[in-house]
């Protein structure tokens, strides 16, 4: 089974193309368009986060997961 990223970015396409690229390299992707969104996939099993936005105010910078 493939490993689950989170990519997590308000710009749309770029994460379209971040998570396009992933899979590419056989990655299961999920996205989040903020930092709220991003913590409720953390519900979903995902064990790996990104995020390339350090001023998102929900929840004041990257998100991280365990």
């Known amino acids: 089974m493939a490993e689950k990223i989170l990519v997590v970015e308000d710009e749309t396409i770029l994460r379209e193309t971040l998570a396009y690229n992933f899979t ?3 990655y299961s992707v999920e996205q989040a368009a903020d930092g709220p969104a991003a913590i409720d996939g953390h519900s979903f099993g995902i064990r790996c986060a990104m ?3 350090e001023e998102d105010n929900a929840v004041q910078g990257a998100v991280r997961l365990r």
């Open 51 to 53: 995020s390339s936005d």
């Open 24 to 26: 590419k390299e056989g």
